[in-house]
């Protein structure tokens, strides 16, 4: 019998699409949904809800479904450590977890992977477990991007590669050359909402697209957690935002509902683009 998947899951739509890849491939998936972050999506799959800070609850009730291997995904937003109710296992690794976590967000998640890789789980990332949504190279959706759509396009990725290291975020704007916003813990969503607000000036319009919005994982993050996820919502903030376009680093960035998000692309008239990863590094 093929052991499940286990599901450590937040808000949004990468857990869901993760879940239903590994039922309908015959895998099976174990969720366990986080408290206080429980999409609504997971509800009818098989599993649990469970406290942030009940670390061996987590260990256990995926050694008792039998899961091997463990992806997490989803939105959960850092929380007040001293707020958690932590069960003994969790309260033997907070002080860990807290000096960690002052390193930044990628320090943090390879203690937890690490954590988990202790008990003989195998931590997967999310474009193992989901291998159709890992970004392609080359145009994906939309029209071609011109010169200087690509020269904006490698700027971007230059600065989402220092502001990475710095673990900052994983995205960045640029139009004309100039730097519109770079994204930090607001996400993407509201970076792209704070470039509608710019002036005409410097920033595309619908009639006349300018800039770029790229993203790619930070240089030294701990992959198989966190990768940068785009969707259709993305596509449309891009284009309200006056953007020729989207471009994410190939085979280091997922893709939500991508037919989706291509029809959206073609519709609004932007461009997705898979850029290679050594692009402006």
Not at 12 to 19: C, H, T
Not at 223 to 233: A, E, K
Request: include cysteine; proline fraction near 5%.
């Amino acid at each position: 019998m093929t052991a499940p998947l286990g599901l450590i899951a937040g808000l949004g739509e990468l857990p869901v699409a993760i879940a239903s890849n590994a039922v309908a491939s015959g895998q099976g998936v174990y969720v366990l949904r986080l408290k206080g972050f429980e999409e609504p999506a997971l509800a009818e799959y098989p599993g649990d809800v469970v406290g942030l800070g009940e670390i061996g609850g987590v260990i256990d009730r995926l050694k008792s479904a039998g899961c091997k291997d463990v992806v997490f995904a989803g939105i959960v937003k850092r929380p007040n450590f001293k707020d958690l109710k932590l069960d003994m296992r969790g309260a033997m690794l907070l002080p860990k977890v807290v000096s960690e976590a002052r390193k930044g967000d990628d320090a943090l998640l390879k203690v937890l992977v690490a954590e988990f890789e202790k008990h003989g789980f195998n931590v997967i990332g999310s474009e193992e477990a989901n291998k159709t949504l890992l970004a392609p190279a080359g145009l994906i959706a939309g029209p071609s991007p011109t010169e200087a759509n690509m020269a904006d396009i490698r700027h971007a990725a230059k600065v989402a590669a220092a502001t990475g290291a710095l673990d900052i975020g994983q995205g960045c704007v640029v139009c004309d050359g100039l730097v519109l916003a770079v994204e930090a813990q607001e996400g993407t969503d509201e970076m792209l909402r704070r470039c509608a607000a710019l002036p005409e000036a410097i920033r595309g319009t619908p009639g006349a697209r300018r800039g770029v919005l790229a993203k790619r994982p930070k240089p030294e993050q701990e992959r198989r957690i966190d990768l940068p996820t785009t969707g259709v919502s993305t596509v449309e903030l891009v284009a309200a935002a006056g953007l020729a376009g989207l471009a994410v680093e190939a085979g280091g960035a997922l893709l939500l509902r991508r037919s989706e998000m291509e029809a959206a692309a073609d519709r609004l008239g932007v461009f997705i683009y898979g850029f290679a990863p050594d692009t402006a590094s």
